[in-house]
T-cell receptor
């Protein structure tokens, strides 16, 4: 039982390049999330998927797209990376119910030059 | 915009000391979580509180949810170096799928 896994762990891109961050969970959770974490700003929600087949924008969606491939997998795509997207990206999944407890992956550290 | 303000932002204390971290908002939360994050890792859930006035204990950590469900505190008794990390509070409004995170309190416990 691996929980939430993310690939890659580290990535360096040049401005304008594209890439996809992968996330998978094996806890049979319905909801999945993508956050970015910047120094002094906590975690900010980029996109989320309340259930398979649905996706919605969070607080900072500009420059990103997502795909809920199936119940297990939720990917985040940067079509044309910008230096402002340098950050640590976390995927999370939610067990459901009113308590809204989320379980996080280990993160992807992305640098855009 | 719903905000969760955490204080203090940084805390450096000696092993054995006590400390309290605060999480405040003008919004009413249906539930509130505390997470701890270590360098290079994702946040790990410590506790969830849902009832106004609720107090939960996890070994040397005591969590309290305010009566009006707008604020919370985390108290650590006799801190140890293993408590070092970033502590994040997060709340959800109206059972929303979304969590609002505070900016975090970075704790360093010196041996």
């Amino acid at each position: 039982n691996a929980g939430v896994t993310q690939t890659p762990k580290f990535q360096v891109l040049k401005t304008g390049q594209s890439m996809t961050l992968q996330c998978a969970q094996d806890m049979n959770h319905n909801s999945m999330y993508w956050y970015r974490q910047d120094p002094g700003m906590g975690l900010r929600l980029i996109y989320y998927s309340a259930s398979e087949g649905t996706t919605d924008k969070g607080e900072v969606p500009n420059g990103y797209n997502v795909s809920r491939l199936n119940k297990r997998e939720f990917s985040l795509r940067l079509e044309s990376a910008a230096p402002s997207q340098t950050s640590v990206y976390f995927c999370a999944s939610r067990m459901g119910g009113a308590r809204n407890e989320q379980f996080f992956g280990p993160g992807t550290r992305l640098t855009v030059l | 915009t719903q905000l969760l303000e955490q204080s203090p932002q940084f805390l450096s204390i000696q092993e054995g000391e006590n400390l309290t971290v605060y999480c405040n908002s003008s919004s009413v939360f249906s539930s509130l979580q505390w997470y701890r994050q270590e360098p290079g890792e994702g946040p790990v859930l410590l506790v969830t509180v849902v009832t106004g006035g609720e107090v939960k204990k996890l070994k040397r950590l005591t969590f309290q949810f305010g009566d009006a469900r707008k604020d919370s505190s985390l108290h650590i008794t006799a801190a140890q170096p293993g408590d070092t990390g970033l502590y994040l509070c997060a709340g959800s409004v109206d059972s929303s799928y979304k969590l609002i995170f505070g900016s975090g309190t970075r704790l360093l416990v010196r041996p």
